[in-house]
């Protein structure tokens, strides 16, 4: 699995973690959600905004089969979106959000 570090925090990140910020003006950062999410509520006025992590969860199918989901949390400006995805073979598989950011 592909690692970005993030210009935020310095953190090495899975790929499929980091987000594009930033604007045409000011150019883009790569950040982490946490550093995305706390760009974002900074950007927003928000100076309470706690960063919430949800651990990632196992769950066996019928078949006895793991399978691992992850989910990520987002600040939009008008609250925080969370999105589930399932980890297979180190990469988001299946949902809507296996390639970016999908709204909910
Ligand atoms: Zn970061």
């Known amino acids: 699995m592909g690692k970005t570090k993030c210009e935020g925090c ?3 990140t899975p790929s499929f973690e980091i987000v594009e910020y930033g604007s045409m003006e000011n150019g883009y950062k790569q950040l982490c959600r946490r550093c995305f999410n706390s760009e974002a509520a900074a950007a927003a006025g ?3 905004f706690e960063h919430v992590e949800f651990d990632p969860i196992r769950l066996k199918d ?13 600040l939009f400006g008008t609250g925080v979106a969370l999105d589930a995805f399932e980890l297979r073979k180190g990469a988001p598989a299946g949902g809507s959000g296996a390639n970016g950011v999908s709204r909910t």
């Open 10 to 12: 310095g953190r090495q």
């Open 46 to 48: 928000l100076k309470d």
């Open 62 to 74: 019928s078949g006895g089969k793991v399978h691992e989901f992850h989910f990520r949390t987002f």
